[in-house]
């Protein structure tokens, strides 16, 4: 099965933009080159064809904690099923830049916001992408993932955003998830 929605969960407000909690909003943003989506009730909808194929992308327009049902309500209206959807997160135990890719969600070991959005789909199967933001040595963690990232960190997290993009559209195109998982959990940042 091949995905239909490409997801970041972030947090809306402009000042946090550029805080390590958005940099699944930084990748988005990327992917559809344009400054800002088209508004919806729900959020920010975009639609790009990729490889031929027909991509949603979408940011909530929510806090990161709250986002299950604004995807859960998107995903309905649209008529996509659970193992299409790619869901894009930032990861504090991963460093700068480091990427992970996977499917079926552990609920136990998560993402707040990721906990919201399967509470909402009632089990674990969608995709998801971390990038590795670091954990905190002195900050408490909820500073942490609303400060903006070191320069090193930042060109770290662009690298691994450019390097996830590339083997998006590839698995798009070739549909071939084992293959981008693999590619992609063995990135090292140099």
Same mark, same amino acid.
């Given at each position: 099965?091949n995905?239909?929605? *490409?997801? #970041?969960?972030?947090?809306y407000?402009n000042?946090?933009?550029?805080? %390590?909690?958005?940099? &699944?909003?930084? !990748? $988005?943003? +990327?992917?559809?080159?344009?400054?800002?989506f088209?508004?919806?009730?729900?959020?920010? !909808?975009y639609?790009?064809?990729?490889?031929k /194929?027909?991509?949603?992308?979408? #940011?909530?327009?929510?806090?990161?904690? =709250?986002?299950? @049902?604004?995807?859960?309500?998107?995903?309905? +209206?649209?008529?996509?099923?659970?193992?299409?959807?790619? *869901? $894009?997160?930032?990861? @504090?135990?991963? @460093?700068?830049? %480091?990427i992970?890719?996977?499917?079926?969600? =552990?609920? /136990?070991?998560?993402?707040?916001?990721?906990?919201?959005?399967?509470?909402?789909?009632?089990?674990?199967?969608?995709?998801? !992408?971390?990038?590795?933001? &670091?954990?905190?040595?002195?900050?408490?963690?909820? /500073?942490?993932?609303?400060?903006?990232?070191? =320069?090193?960190?930042?060109?770290?997290?662009?690298?691994?955003?450019?390097?996830?993009?590339?083997?998006?559209? !590839?698995?798009?195109?070739?549909?071939?998830?084992?293959? $981008?998982?693999?590619?992609l959990?063995?990135? /090292?940042?140099?």
């Amino acid at each position: 099965m091949n995905i239909k929605i *490409i997801i #970041a969960i972030g947090n809306y407000k402009n000042n946090l933009f550029f805080t %390590r909690h958005n940099v &699944g909003i930084w !990748l $988005i943003n +990327k992917i559809i080159n344009k400054k800002f989506f088209k508004n919806i009730k729900f959020g920010n !909808l975009y639609y790009k064809k990729i490889n031929k /194929k027909k991509i949603y992308i979408y #940011a909530p327009k929510t806090y990161i904690n =709250n986002v299950g @049902i604004y995807i859960h309500n998107i995903c309905k +209206k649209l008529n996509i099923k659970k193992k299409e959807i790619l *869901i $894009i997160n930032d990861d @504090i135990n991963l @460093i700068p830049g %480091r990427i992970k890719i996977k499917y079926k969600i =552990n609920i /136990k070991n998560t993402h707040n916001g990721i906990k919201n959005i399967l509470k909402y789909f009632n089990n674990d199967y969608f995709y998801q !992408l971390k990038i590795g933001i &670091g954990k905190p040595k002195k900050k408490k963690l909820n /500073k942490f993932v609303l400060s903006i990232p070191k =320069n090193k960190e930042i060109i770290n997290i662009c690298k691994s955003i450019n390097k996830s993009i590339k083997y998006i559209k !590839l698995w798009i195109k070739k549909n071939n998830f084992i293959n $981008i998982q693999n590619i992609l959990n063995t990135y /090292k940042i140099k």
